[in-house]
Structures are given as structure tokens and as C-alpha cells.
């Protein structure tokens, strides 16, 4: 360690200073702007870190696409042959010494999946491309378009709805996702609670009468950390380890049913597009805002839980088109008198001369965490004439609930689910008819649930809700 200076040292160190003004001193400082870069802070090299960061979601978070069997499609429809029923069993399938039986029909379907198409486009200048000092920017960029795509086709699969349409129903550019597809026999509802052990046995008791194998839940990671927390009192500490040291908390990955193991999947993107962002509407040629209303039918068939009535609920609402979002409506707040209340929404949606409307998305405010999370999509097909407007009229019952998500339970054999492909992903190149290089990354494809009955929906799932700042 260095001694202090003695006082003959500073001494001389203050007769050095004398005249000096350190104000006239070179200085690097912090400014990284060549207009005001100055004195000393000109001759600074400057450091740039040689990698990107990567901050949002990568390849390995789309759980569901990943996992799900995939298999070629030859046709912008492909269908399938599904054996539904056996023939009739029980008393008259006995005889009489003399007889047989009479004729039994079995019950045999043909089922179709309509391709739908999915496309991301990116453009760099030629000029990024010749001053790529960390990385080639079009490298970047189809790395980004590939990712994103790959989470399009992933919310699709899991809640892609065609009926989103102004024209005839299932024409819509979504493909049918789990969510739609899933018959309402198997949805369970949890109303705001917890994922349990329960929740994961009935689902496999449905799973194994329609005679399927449960082998995988996908739910975000958030309900995946409350099931942990909830059954931290299943730890255990192993004695006679090297060390002192205790690791508390458990991780599950799998639960044990009546049908067999389902593994636990959690997603960290799985809920994030059901979450409103309002930064990425309004943009260029996007719908007008609809002008909304709102209702309060008392005794309406609500099921409100008792911190929703106390605090109230508010409502937004956004038009889409199929390539922009209409900016938010403010904020609509709506007071509640008793849990069985509903509230009726009004939405007119303006005619438009830029991107016609084809459908409205509609969001309702959490009580904890203040988020915007959306309870329902309505089509423009369900519309009614109204002079000027285009009206669409929502009744919130509560049916689905705002800071809440979606867990699906079912079989991923190829038998049961199989995820159509005509064009796998591949870059497209575009024309360019200035300085900029323009490409597409483009699939085609669709979900088949060949067995609906063996996959099962738990809706309205309490978890950890965080929003998607890096989405």
C-alpha cells in the first residue's frame, strides 16, 4: 500500500500547480456526437462491443412450434381419414344358437386443413451491408424475420382463429389454433386459480377416454412457477452431501396422471401477443379508432370476482386490419354494483379508406398489475349495418379473465396433432428498385387436430404475470 506524501512533498506538488489553470486541461468526457465532440473527447477511440445483445426471444422459446410433429402437405388443402367409433356393442351383439347379428355400421370421417400463408420482410441498404464492422446486417435480419415468423406461426397453432374475416366464416388469413379447435367438453375452467395436480388429472382422464395418451402441458412460465411454489413443501434435503450448503425451492418438471407422465413445458411467449402493446399501432395506413360504449346489465349472468367489483374494470378496444391495428380507445371504465353484473360493449368501427377492418380485439384492465390483457376477437363478419358505423356488440360475462392464461394438455403423437407444412420456411428474395435489398422469409402450412378429444384446454389460469417488455 502506498504511504501518504509527506508535507515537504506536497510542498513542492503545490509550488508545481502555481499559474496552472486545470480548466485549460484535455478531457475525454462522454459525448459520442461528432458535431459537439471537442478538445480532447476528438482524439478518443471509441469501443464497440463486437456482438450483438440479444434481448428479446430466440428460437428455443417457441416451445410448441418445436415439439409439434411436423409433416409435408402437397396441396393448398390436406385432409386425413380418421376412424371414429367402432361398431355397436353390448346386448346386441348376443345371439340366439341359430343367428348372427344384424349389420353394424362403424364410424368412419374425412377431415381437411386449409393451408393458410405467413410471410416477414426485411430490407437493409447496400450501404449497411458495406460497413458491417460487428456483423453482416442481412444475416442479422434473416436470422430476426426466421425468429419471428417462427413465434407467428406458433400463436397461430395455439390461437389462430379464420373467422377473423369481413367476409364469409373460416376464410380469414389465421389457420385454426388449439384454442378454437379444442371441443368445449374439454375445457376446464379455472377461473382465476392456480394450475393443480387436479387440474392435470382431469384433463387426463378426458385425454385416455378418447382414448389418447396425455404426454404434454404448454403454459407460460409464470404458471409454471406458481404450480412450484405451491408444492414447495415437497421438498427434500439430501444428508451427507460435501458440503454445507442448502438448496431450497423445487422444479417439476413432469406430473404423474392416471393416463401416464405429461412433461411441463413453459413458454416465455406463449401469452405475450394477448398482452396490449400500444406502441405497435397506429401505424401507416391503419384503421380509425372505433368509438365504444359501454353498459352495465345488472344481474347480467356476470361472474365477477369481489376485487373486480371493488375496484371496477376498464375496457379498450382496437380495430385490425390485416396488416395494421387501429390506435387504442382511451381508457373505458366501467363501475360494478355485484359479482352477477355484465357489461355490454358498443363498437362502432368507422369506415375506412385505408386497411379495411376485420375485427376488433377486445381488452380489459388487471386489477394487479394494471395490463391490458385481451378477452375476446370479433370478426367485421359479425357486424351490423348502422348507417355510417359497423357495429359489433360484446357482452363480458367474465368468461375469460384479464391477468389469467391458457394451459393445454394433450397427446403430440403424430396420430393426434400434426402441423401441415406446403412451404417450409425459406428466404425469398424481392425486387429492388433502389439502393436497398429487399427479401421475405415466408411459410405456408396449417394445424390438424386430428383427435380434438384428446387434447384439453385449462382457461383462466392464475400465474406470475410480467409484462413482455422485449418481446
Excluded at 238 to 245: E, P, R
Excluded at 364 to 376: C, D, E, L, P
Amino acid at each position: 500500500m502506498a504511504s501518504k506524501p509527506t508535507k515537504y512533498q506536497l510542498d513542492i506538488l503545490q509550488k508545481m500547480s502555481k499559474g496552472v489553470n486545470v480548466n485549460k486541461a484535455l478531457t475525454t468526457g462522454y459525448d459520442i456526437d461528432p458535431e459537439t465532440m471537442t478538445g480532447g473527447s476528438a482524439l478518443r477511440t471509441e469501443f464497440l462491443a463486437p456482438r450483438l445483445t440479444q434481448l428479446s426471444y430466440s428460437a428455443d422459446q417457441m416451445i410448441f412450434y418445436n415439439r409439434v410433429p411436423k409433416m409435408p402437405s402437397s396441396s393448398v388443402v390436406a385432409q386425413y381419414v380418421t376412424f371414429n367409433q367402432h361398431g355397436e356393442t353390448g346386448h346386441t351383439a348376443w345371439n340366439t344358437e341359430e343367428d348372427i347379428s344384424d349389420q353394424k355400421d362403424v364410424d368412419i370421417t374425412r377431415g381437411e386443413v386449409r393451408m393458410k400463408y405467413a410471410s416477414t420482410t426485411r430490407q437493409v441498404s447496400l450501404i449497411s451491408q458495406a460497413v458491417d464492422n460487428i456483423q453482416q446486417p442481412i444475416q442479422v435480419l434473416t436470422d430476426d424475420a426466421m425468429i419471428s415468423l417462427a413465434k407467428s406461426i406458433e400463436q397461430g397453432a395455439l390461437y389462430g382463429d379464420s373467422d377473423l374475416t369481413d367476409g364469409p366464416t373460416g376464410t380469414g388469413l389465421e389457420p385454426d389454433g388449439l384454442a378454437k379447435l379444442i371441443p368445449d367438453s374439454n375445457v376446464i375452467d379455472n377461473h382465476g386459480a392456480d394450475i393443480s395436480i387436479k387440474n392435470f388429472q382431469d384433463a387426463a382422464v378426458r385425454i385416455v377416454k378418447a382414448y389418447g395418451t396425455p404426454t404434454d402441458a404448454f403454459m407460460p412460465t409464470g404458471v409454471l412457477a406458481n404450480f412450484n411454489n405451491d408444492h414447495g413443501d415437497l421438498q427434500r434435503q439430501l444428508i451427507g452431501q460435501s458440503s454445507n450448503q442448502i438448496n431450497l425451492g423445487v422444479n417439476i418438471p413432469q406430473v404423474t396422471t392416471v393416463g401416464g407422465t405429461i412433461r411441463l413445458d413453459g413458454s416465455n411467449v406463449m401469452e405475450n401477443d394477448n398482452i396490449l402493446n400500444e406502441t405497435r399501432l397506429g401505424g401507416k395506413g391503419a384503421p380509425a379508432m372505433p368509438n365504444v360504449t359501454a353498459e352495465v346489465n345488472t344481474n347480467g349472468g356476470g361472474q365477477f370476482l369481489a376485487d373486480e367489483v371493488t375496484a371496477g374494470t376498464s375496457y379498450k378496444v382496437v380495430a385490425y386490419a390485416d396488416k395494421s391495428g387501429s390506435l387504442a380507445t382511451d381508457d373505458i371504465p366501467v363501475a360494478l354494483a355485484n359479482p352477477t353484473d355484465s357489461v355490454t360493449l358498443t363498437i362502432n368501427v368507422l369506415a375506412s379508406f385505408q386497411d379495411t377492418p376485420k375485427y376488433v380485439a377486445i381488452y380489459r384492465k388487471g386489477v394487479t398489475t394494471g395490463f391490458y390483457y385481451q378477452i375476446a376477437r370479433i370478426g367485421m363478419n359479425q357486424k351490423v349495418a348502422n348507417g355510417k358505423y359497423n357495429t359489433i356488440t360484446f357482452t363480458d360475462t367474465n368468461d375469460n379473465m384479464p391477468e389469467t392464461v391458457d394451459v393445454f394438455v394433450g397427446d403430440m403423437s403424430p396420430e393426434t396433432i400434426r402441423l401441415y407444412e406446403l412451404l417450409p420456411m425459406f428466404r425469398l428474395p424481392l425486387p429492388s428498385f433502389n439502393k436497398m435489398l429487399t427479401w421475405a422469409v415466408t411459410w405456408s402450412g396449417g394445424l390438424a387436430l386430428v383427435a380434438p378429444h384428446r387434447w384439453v384446454r385449462i382457461k383462466n389460469v392464475g400465474y406470475a404475470s410480467t409484462y413482455p417488455y422485449n418481446n
